[in-house]
């Protein structure tokens, strides 16, 4: 029900004048539907944190991920935790002093001194061979989940749904950027995500600068799949081709459920 603030100050004679136009105006505020959730509504973002999971992890359960720890071999050391948090690029050194501005002396604490050094490399060194074994153990702390939450957050997802909205994109257009910012970054090299969105502005318009949404959905992907090629380690463009560009194809701007992609061969499904 929509519930309109209205001034009851009217003349028992104005009143009766204006009960037919009352009556109509509450009736087509009844037929206006209510705006679709954004990708920070709490059940769009379920599912987007299970979307990621399927390219990152091979799993929608993403809580599942606190834990993970592993050099991929894509140069950035290790990538770990529910968003791929890299010894390489900073984010897991701002997540672990996170951690520790919160719980001084935590099991990773110590690796703080390593952690600086060897960012913007894929050095190991300070911490081999103990490092994969405490990422595990503070795993299991819920101070460190929530840390994992909040860098996530603060990074990735809250800069991709804000500039999603002021690009007038909906729920899957929002979802679209934060899946390009989780693996591309917000740098200013070439094929950040910002740098992907400028490419993409140079063939469409977003809906907020009169632009068609799918048109420029589309012209995003495309600029998405070139950055992705520029590097070997994500040269598998299937977490777009089979997934997101489905469900644009099938005009599902809201990121509503039943949904059903493919990353990397694999099936998933959302109901």
Not at 125 to 130: A, K, W
Not at 150 to 178: M, N, S, W
Not at 232 to 260: C, I, M, W, Y
Request: proline share 5%; aromatic share 8%; net charge negative.
């Amino acid at each position: 029900m929509v519930h309109t603030s209205r001034r009851t100050f009217l003349a028992v004679t104005g009143a009766l004048a204006a009960a037919p136009l009352l009556a109509s105006q509450q009736a087509a505020a009844a037929c206006t539907p209510l705006a679709a959730a954004g990708l920070d509504d709490p059940a769009k973002k379920e599912i987007a944190m299970k979307l990621v999971s399927s390219a990152e992890n091979s799993s929608l359960d993403w809580k599942a991920q606190y834990k993970y720890i592993e050099d991929i071999g894509d140069g950035r050391g290790y990538t770990a935790g529910i968003i791929g948090f890299c010894s390489g690029t900073g984010d897991m050194l701002d997540l672990v002093e996170l951690y520790t501005d919160r719980k001084p002396g935590n099991v990773l604490a110590k690796y703080l001194p390593a952690l600086r050094s060897v960012d913007g490399s894929d050095s190991h060194t300070g911490l081999d061979p103990d490092y994969p074994k405490d990422w595990r153990k503070a795993a299991q702390d819920t101070a460190f989940q929530q840390a994992q939450n909040d860098e996530r957050d603060r990074v990735y997802f809250d800069p991709a749904v804000k500039q999603g909205k002021t690009d007038g994109l909906r729920t899957l257009g929002q979802f679209i950027y934060y899946d390009a910012i989780v693996m591309h970054g917000d740098g200013t090299d070439p094929t950040s995500f910002r740098n992907i969105r400028k490419r993409a502005l140079r063939t469409a318009q977003p809906p907020a600068q009169g632009g068609n949404e799918t048109t420029y959905l589309n012209a995003f992907l495309d600029a998405r799949v070139w950055a992705m090629k520029q590097e070997e380690a994500h040269s598998d463009t299937s977490r777009v081709d089979t997934a997101q560009r489905v469900f644009l194809r099938k005009g599902n701007l809201d990121l509503d459920p039943p949904l059903d992609w493919k990353v990397y061969g694999d099936s998933y499904h959302i109901g």
